[in-house]
């Protein structure tokens, strides 16, 4: 039973993630008007949920979150915003200064993207070079 818990939850909390996400679509959408496309309102989208997640966690709602949606709450982009925010915070705590702090919560996430950017690079001219 415990199991079908866990996963009601994150299905729940996966799912408001997702209707958030949905719904601020639509509004920057609106508000940008016709002109702007998914090229620009998905990026703005992913920093407002990022935003979202990190304002989160640095008020202890994110970690009570996690708890009830496990994964749900894990997997969309404020989960990595919170992660890297719940990085910043815990080595701030331990009295480094918020610049340091930045700079080294960041570092994982920095290396993340550039391993993501080249594989992605070299699979594209992979791609080209079958093609």
Known sequence: ????????????????????????????????????GPELVGPLVLGVMGIIGGVLFACGLYQKIEKVGGFGAIMPFCGLAAAVAGAICGIRGSGAPLGKAIVNGLKPFVIFVVIVVVVSALIGAGVTLIA
């Open 1 to 36: 039973m415990d199991a079908v818990k866990k996963l009601a939850g994150a299905f729940i909390v996966g799912g408001i993630f997702g209707l958030m996400g949905q719904l601020l679509m639509v509004l920057i959408g609106g508000v940008l008007g016709p002109g702007y």
